[in-house]
């Protein structure tokens, strides 16, 4: 919970000299709880209560997927194709985190 805080707190640092532009009007402010809550309080909360059940590079590995996921929906939903160098690097985290997972169970698996 604690990395998860100071995580926040530095994001509202670096985002401190953006706060003093134009006030948002009523849709915008709409637009902001229902980001705030949904896309990122929900999974902050669900994010801090699985990091207890994991080791610290699961707790590092698996947000690296949704860096890479977003590309994927980008193509899915807008038929945007990704260049050479970020379906590389999504190969690599998506190797990374397959590995780390699968490893394991393979070495705890019963010999035939």
Known sequence: ?????LGNVLAALAGLP?????????????????????????????YAIAIRHVSA???LLI???????NPLW?????????????LLGGFIILGAVTARGGIPLLRASPER
């Open 63 to 69: 947000p690296m997927v949704e860096p890479v996921l």
């Open 74 to 86: 980008a193509f899915l939903f807008l038929a945007e194709v990704p260049g050479r160098i970020p």
């Open 57 to 59: 590079v699961e707790s």
């Open 1 to 5: 919970m604690e990395s998860v805080f």
């Open 18 to 46: 953006f706060m003093f532009g134009p006030v948002p009007g009523t849709t915008d402010w709409i637009g902001l709880v229902l980001l705030g809550v949904v896309q990122l309080g929900l999974p902050y909360i669900l």
